[in-house]
């Protein structure tokens, strides 16, 4: 079955720093890949997503992430981190659904980063 | 736009009650989806709809059921609530040609004691 982990439960940085998030997947074929951020009290935005071609995909706020079929991974990136970064990280992968015509998503279970001023 | 809207944004109930979750979105999608988060564990689907009319089950539907008669509403039903149902529950829509780009509500905290 299509699935995400995500290694990482818990990382802190300092503002400015850069930042790394670990996705590794786990499919047959060429995955669509996902990542989502939820701020504090919030649902979940979409920061970038991967279906093919170039292996680098840039996303909002100044988030990339690269797939790498080698490593099955697809880690999120930001050379520099602000304080608002401060949120919870969803990796998720796009899977066919029970239902005709129906697509799912399943997310891993999420990196919290803090960010130190 | 309003987006997705979620009523209420907190509630306490007691074991063996029931309520609605209330969804609504404004954007005519046809795709909506009820997800429950647990600390640490992720989110994880429990009903999705494609369209009026049509549901199916997700991950963890046990204790749960939804409908949906329009096409802006998804409401998510508890019937007899139990302490393994205290979560935060998200509801989410999207188009069907972008399942993948998903819109959240704000979420409902309940908690069952």
């Known amino acids: 079955a299509q699935s995400v982990t995500q290694p990482d439960i818990h990382i802190t940085v300092s503002e400015g720093a850069s930042l790394e998030l670990r996705c590794n997947y786990s499919?047959?074929?060429?995955?669509?890949l996902f990542w989502y951020v939820q701020s504090p009290g919030q649902g979940l935005q979409l920061l970038l997503k991967?279906?093919?071609?170039?292996?680098l995909v840039q996303g909002i706020k100044g988030f990339e992430a690269e797939f790498k079929r080698s490593q099955s991974s697809f880690n999120l990136r930001k050379p520099s981190v602000h304080w608002s970064d401060a949120a919870e990280y969803f990796c998720?992968?796009?899977?066919?659904?029970?239902?005709?015509?129906?697509?799912?998503?399943?997310f891993g279970k999420g990196t919290k980063l803090s960010v130190i001023p | 736009n309003a987006g997705v809207t979620q009523t209420p944004k907190f509630r306490i109930l007691k074991i063996g009650q029931s309520m609605t979750l209330q969804c609504a979105q404004d954007?005519?999608?046809?795709?909506m989806y009820w997800y429950r988060q647990d600390p640490g564990m992720g989110l994880k689907l429990i009903y999705y709809?494609?369209?009026?009319?049509?549901?199916d089950k997700g991950e963890v539907p046990n204790g749960y059921n939804v409908s949906r008669s329009t096409t802006e509403d998804f409401p998510l039903r508890l019937e007899l609530a139990a302490p393994s149902q205290t979560s935060v529950y998200f509801c989410?829509?999207?188009?069907?040609?972008?399942?993948?780009?998903?819109?959240f509500g704000p979420g409902t905290r309940l908690t069952v004691t």
């Open positions: 989410a829509s999207s188009t069907s040609d972008r399942a993948y780009e998903q819109y």
């Open positions: 499919y047959g074929a060429t995955p669509y």
């Open positions: 991967y279906f093919s071609g170039d292996t």
């Open positions: 998720a992968v796009l899977r066919r659904g029970s239902g005709a015509g129906s697509y799912q998503l399943t």
């Open positions: 954007m005519n999608h046809n795709y």
């Open positions: 709809s494609v369209g009026a009319g049509i549901t």
